[in-house]
């Protein structure tokens, strides 16, 4: 009796450890399709943004890494290993001793650490995006619940970028001098449709300094002249989409005006590589996904009136530290907003010849509460299949200025 | 009753016909029209304004719900290049005022000849960019100055005032002119230095002639004002080398401060008015354009503590010209006579993005200013019309707007405008995106003031309308 007592006890206990294991961390394999009827195997794989697309009824094929599709450009790896070890986070949150690359290596980075969040955003701060990008064509899909859409368009030269610090590949580096106000970067964006927008240009200047405020300037149209902003602007809707200007490419906003946290580490299934325009349904991007280890941080403003309460981010923990899924909280405490990025790596140099860069290109943000969302879309490459989009092609401090305003964006 | 109801028969038919027009003319073509690879661009709208006046005109030349406005317009902007460095634009802009077809019972028919309708290349300049150096030349409008409403840098181009006074946006109601500008950005501090010369081409400010809504029937008697119009296209300047207007503006941005300073010779795009035994009859009186120089700068600086950008711009104008009364000598009773005076006039101002809890997500701009003019040496004899003070001036603005929806869909805006010595404007705005070539903007205007002479807002202050304006932009 005894014996059978055991069999039977050992028999019930295999069966519990057959039945759950579904339900314990199961990698998708390349080839599985992910929807709402299985979702639910790979929850550990998935994220909030990534469920609540899926029970919106997303479904996308699970594909295996590419890697080398997220390597940076070689002097960025350089430029990393020579700072390993020398940069630290000062106390007011700033970065000291940094002078280009990455700067933190994974192994630098501890759960236990308080400033290791901060040592993500600036990872994901400095990420590899090229000396410079050059951004033809944009549009911007704008889905309301009905699934009607509006667009917002830039034709021609549309996301100018160009480091003035922590350049890596192209001359002069790692720093364009004089640079006497310690700017990092110099950013255009320009807006060519619809009609009544047409010709709106926003300047920006970013510093190294974390308590400097941005310099923004737009050209309106409509006033023919160039107009100093606010810098808080930056929290403000971009171009009536689903995202602020702090929001594009997931975070453009700065670190130090947030309190970072590492919350934890996550493998999740991210769009490594994609091409755009995605083939979508309404804002919901059916793009292959592979998974990729990211850690997961949250910022809390430190402003009291800022746009959100609370913005959680799952950035990869290689060179990319792209912010592959994020969402916010509204002041109630709400999840408002979801969204995720997608990459198509480009080739870097003025005759695109060069190693592939990593260019989140593409990124989609949903409005749970109004239940309505935008894809943004910059184009990879033009309708006779010739890339559109460079990195390191060269561009130089004269492309930039109040004045490129005035004159590129006359009607 | 019966004629009110007449009009408000015909704003409704004027309404209809007008919305028909441009949703017939909806382009199924959404996007520019671009030819040969940025050699020739198109873009445009075609635009139906129609409105309905609250009151009574002040000299009865409409009644209450009368057609206040019922324009059509269509606008082609072309641009393109001819090479890398040298690129052309300009703008065709054709229009049909049909109020005086649509409610001749009701609306004075005096104004029909000269505001019926019109079309024309209104700018067209070539851009020829050599780097740091761009010269562009041609019919084109010149915008200087970092005040909203107010011009007191924005001096280059006239205005014409005679269909909607100031409430279009200024660069429809700018008139262009031929010139030449030259910029050099020199990359230090953002440096533009920008030179501007109008050699031949000289334009009044075009002003509501009697019988339209917009006649200013407290500055001058009805019929002398009339005439006084008459008189300003009589005496208007002919083309020629001696109108020559030119000036010069630097504009840079130091130690966080945009700064600019402007300096421009200038033909007084008002007149004044000369009697002189030895002029014409009726009236004996000849309208002058006389020159005067202004001189001025600006600044704008952002504040990162308040998120907030304050704004200031001042002018300085010497010799400034007015008509004053002044006994004759011959006569001994006051005639018109020229005069110059010179003008101080400032602006301050702020503009700062705000989250006000609503909508959610979205900041409401508030921007607010302060405006002062004042007339140094000043003396009773000058006839100032739009000024309750002789000698001074002060109008505060303020305006609130927000964004609403994806893609913008509604923006409602709420602008007040007062003048201290008691004549303002109110004026809430909603604007309704349907697509995003589709677009509807209704806005009404409060205005009130004196019976009496005075007061920026004062002449106008029995012009209390409703308007829609629906445009199809491609």
Redesign the interface.
Known sequence: MKRKVICFSMALLFSMVLLSLPVMAVEPKPGTIIDLHNWQQYKECLTPPLIEQIKMGLSFPVVKDRPELLNPAPGYIKASERNRGKVEIGPKGELLNWVSGQPFPETDIDLKDPQAGLKVAYNHERRPKGDDQSLEKYFLK?V?PHGKE???GG??KSYLILQIMGRTDLGPMPEWLPNPTGIRFLNILSI?????L?GTMRYMIRYDDPD??D??WMYIP????V???????R???F????S?YDDIRGFDGRPGEHNWRLIGEQKILVGVDTQVPHKRKGFLIPAPRALRDCWVVEAIPKQK?Y?YAKKVMWVDKGFCALPWHFMVY?HQGRL?KVGEDFNTAMRTGPNRDGGFVVLDQSYVWIDL??K?G?VYEWLGYDENGNQSCYCNSGLT??MF???VL??RG?? | MGEKRKGRHFFWKGSMIGLFIALLLCPAISMAVEFGDGALRLNGYFQNETGVRFKDHALMYAEDGDLSLMRSTFQLDFSGKFSPTVTYGGVYRAWYEGMYDLDDDSIDQRPRDKMLKDGDFREYYLTADFGNLSIQLGKQQLVWGESDLFRMADIVNPLDLSWHYVFPCFQDIRIPLRMAVISYAPRWHDLLVEVVAIPEDFQTAKLAPEGANWFPPAFLMPGLYNHAIYLMERDEPDTTLKNFEGGLRLKGVFGGVDLSLFYFYSRSDTPVMEFGLTNPLPTMLRMKFPFYQAAGGTFTYYNPATKTVFRGETVFNIDNPYTAMITHPLLGVPVPTPVEKDVWAFMLGFDRPTFLGWPKGRTSFISGQIFQKYILNHDDSLIVGDMEDKDKQTILTFTINTTLGQGNKYIPQLLIGYDVSGSGLVQPQLKYTYSDNISATLTANFLWGHDELGGFFSPYKDNDEVWLQLRVSF
Do not use: E, F
């Open positions: 704008m309301d509006r667009c917002l034709m021609d060519d449709y619809p009609y009544d047409k400097k405020d310099d923004i409509t006033m023919r002249r107009r100093r902003m606010s810098g808080a602007q929290q403000d809707s171009g009536g989409t689903d602020t009136g746009v509204d408002w509460l109004a309505r935008t401090p004269d200025g109040v004045d005035r004159k006359r009607r």
